[in-house]
């Protein structure tokens, strides 16, 4: 079956390292999201991609970038990870329209 | 002012009773409405979209679509303990592709 796949699930790091999160969708989904999910906050979308080789900003991308090589992986990368970067990170796709699916999430704490 | 409005709840029904959230938006362009539910440590998992102005059924799931109030609702009927979870609001139809959340209702349905 097609799906949506995150790793790692959890992750501790320390301040200043850079991590890089990984998102792999099989539904050959054109669009991929990025968002980051705090108590207080909701879903704030953090990076997207309407397919390979194009990447935008989203309402809180200070601190993060993410490449499109090909139409499967949209990997998010923190460049110097801080402590509020910690956080349940989302990664989501959909097909061109605007139903959206969600991997199983990413956990990181930033020490 | 908020994009997308939910009450945070907690919620809290009898087992067997109607369950209504309540969503409202600020953008006019907006064309598609979406509920997700939410359980916890979990990722958000669609559960109805709605284009149209009036009602969607699916199950014991009706979404209710108002254009002119920009407002936007979710009926549980024959609430069950498992329906416990928090559901967010989320609509798209003018950011290409991208869909704004709200933050969430917690509803708790007991037993």
């Known amino acids: 079956d097609a799906e949506i796949t995150q790793s790692p699930r959890h992750k501790i790091t320390e301040t200043g390292r850079q991590v890089t999160l990984a998102c792999h969708q099989t539904w050959n989904h054109n669009n991929m999201f990025w968002y980051r999910q705090d108590l207080g906050h909701g879903l704030r979308l953090i990076h997207y991609?309407?397919?390979?080789?194009?990447?935008n900003k989203g309402e809180v991308s200070d601190g993060y970038s993410v490449s499109r090589s090909n139409t499967e992986d949209l990997p998010l990368t923190l460049e110097s990870a801080a402590s509020s970067q910690t956080s349940v990170y989302f990664c989501?796709?959909?097909?061109?329209?605007?139903?959206?699916?969600f991997g199983p999430g990413t956990r990181l704490t930033v020490l | 002012q908020k994009e997308v409005e939910q009450n945070s709840g907690p919620l809290s029904v009898p087992e067997g009773a109607i369950a209504s959230l309540n969503c409202t938006y600020s953008?006019?362009?907006?064309?598609?409405f979406f509920w997700y539910r939410q359980y916890s440590g979990k990722s958000p998992e669609l559960i109805m979209f709605i284009y149209s102005n009036g009602d969607k059924e699916d199950g014991r799931f009706t979404a209710q679509l108002n254009k002119a109030s920009q407002y936007v609702s979710l009926l549980i009927r024959d609430s069950q303990p498992s329906d416990s979870a928090t559901y967010l609001c989320a609509v798209g139809g003018s950011q290409g592709g991208k869909l704004i959340f709200g933050q969430g209702t917690e509803l708790s349905v007991k037993p």
């Open positions: 989501a796709s959909s097909d061109g329209g605007d139903t959206q699916y």
């Open positions: 991609s309407y397919g390979v080789q194009d990447t």
């Open positions: 953008d006019r362009g907006s064309q598609s």
